[in-house]
């Protein structure tokens, strides 16, 4: 299973009408949030996202990212991502 890309054309509107979606960082940046993933695959016991998630991870290919990333760029600008994932760089390996 894949996360499918969001319906970023729906939120047209909103996106456009409201200057706090693009923050300033301390440079100056326009700067977009972006989460690319959700969920842990570990079982520590000292975070809330285990319980959420129960030890599932999901996230979005390199391919989908950066579309996404685009278009958003394209149509809203930025100069800046920030990623909010819980786990960015979670990757299982594939047995074979």
């Known amino acids: ?3 499918p890309a969001l319906p970023y054309e729906k939120l047209k509107y909103i996106l456009s009408a409201s200057k706090n979606i693009l923050a300033k960082l301390i440079s100056v940046q326009k700067t977009i949030a972006y ?5 842990c695959p570990f079982t520590c016991s000292f975070c809330a996202v285990v319980p959420i998630y129960n030890a599932r991870w999901k996230g979005k290919s390199a391919k989908g990212i950066y579309k996404d990333i685009k278009y958003l760029k394209d149509n809203y600008g930025g100069n800046a ?4 994932d819980n786990n960015f760089f979670c990757i299982r390996k594939k047995n074979g």
């Open 35 to 39: 989460h690319s993933s959700m969920g």
């Open 81 to 84: 991502i920030e990623f909010h």
């Open 1 to 3: 299973m894949h996360l």
